[in-house]
Nanobody
């Protein structure tokens, strides 16, 4: 599975962005997909996961209520809708996948990673 993120950019505080994670490979629809971010000088941070069917999601407390993950398995794509963005959301955002019908929330559980897309939120 190869993952490619897109949709990052520069946005003002309070604005919104939607990131996409496009996958190749036939196992994507049987994979949990997570979103992570990493700001300069900080550790990689878990944001949320969507299970293979798209019927359930889980989020980190830091983004719950502002970020929403969804997926379209017919397009092999997972989305991260980010609203009410804050300057502290500035980071490189990654998607990651692992073939499982269960959950994965820790970075070490994911097998496939994208290269990341930069999100910068100005104040």
């Amino acid at each position: 599975v190869q993952l490619v993120e897109s949709g990052g950019g520069l946005v003002q505080a309070g604005g919104s962005l939607r990131l996409s994670c496009a996958a190749s490979g036939s196992t994507f629809s049987r994979s949990a997909v997570g979103w992570f971010r990493q700001a300069p000088g900080k550790e990689r941070e878990f944001l949320g996961t969507i299970i293979f069917s798209g019927s359930s999601t889980t989020y980190a407390n830091s983004v719950r209520g502002r970020f929403t993950i969804s997926r379209d398995n017919s397009k092999n794509t997972v989305y991260l809708q980010m609203n009410s963005l804050k300057p502290e959301d500035t980071a490189l955002y990654y998607c990651a996948a692992v073939q499982t019908t269960g959950w994965a929330t820790r970075a070490g559980e994911f097998v496939y990673w994208g290269q990341g897309t930069q999100v910068t939120v100005s104040s």
